[in-house]
């Protein structure tokens, strides 16, 4: 299923083999074909599987308001595997914004522990925290004290040169806080590019083998 991520401008006929499970796979699979010349996409239902019986009763009345159907995410706010994805940028984020002396790219080693929007920034997440999931907000503002105390450390290791993040143009021997996901930066935290992947990975490999090891 190429249903994100892949954009080929040449794709021009697909076929969908049953009805996807969510709507907004389905639009996101056939979407990709037609990006630069006219395309056409072909559907084939199962006769025995009463999903795609119905999808093919209502196919006119579906696909004239197929977005009318997408799904709400499903991702609970403040769970455990999202803060622990995405809170250290988020914090970070808004003391950036909220103060004007650390936004720029060179300014990470100007913080100190006792800048005034920390227990502002602290206050507010907590606080919306708390209208999701009262019993989680010790370990939020536990985790969100342990994050200050991680940029302070930081900064004590490189008092003179520490930037936010690895840019183009960066000179490559300069230390930072963050990397993304294509950067292999020591010493850095992994932020994401998107909160859309929450679960845990595993890894997967395939072994050969030829029959006579059998």
């Not at 995410?73 to 999202?82: A, E, G, N």
């Not at 984020?93 to 920034?121: C, H, M, P, V, W």
């Amino acid at each position: 299923m190429i249903s994100v991520g892949v954009d080929i401008d040449r794709l021009g006929l697909m076929v969908i083999t049953g009805q996807p499970k969510s709507t907004s796979e389905y639009i996101q699979a056939s979407s990709r074909v037609g990006r630069k010349y006219p395309g056409v996409v072909f559907t084939l239902y199962n006769w025995s599987r009463p999903r795609d019986i119905s999808h093919y009763e209502q196919f006119i009345s579906y696909h004239s308001k197929f977005y009318s159907y997408v799904e709400a995410t499903s991702v609970t706010p403040y769970s455990y595997r999202c803060r622990d994805k995405g809170l250290r940028a988020v914090i970070i984020g808004l003391l950036r914004q909220l103060d004007s002396r650390l936004y720029r790219n060179s300014q990470a080693k100007e913080f100190t522990i006792e800048n005034r929007y920390i227990d502002e920034i602290k206050e507010f997440i907590i606080n919306r925290c708390n209208e999701i999931d009262e019993i989680d907000k010790e370990n939020i503002g536990e985790e969100i004290d342990a994050i200050f105390d991680w940029w302070e450390r930081r900064i004590k290791e490189n008092p003179d040169d520490l930037l936010y993040q690895q840019y183009k143009f960066t000179p490559k021997d300069k230390p930072v806080l963050f990397r993304s996901i294509n950067q292999d930066i020591k010493n850095s935290e992994l932020i994401p590019d998107s909160l859309r992947d929450v679960e845990a990975e595993v890894d997967t490999y395939y072994t050969f083998w030829d029959e006579e090891d059998e």
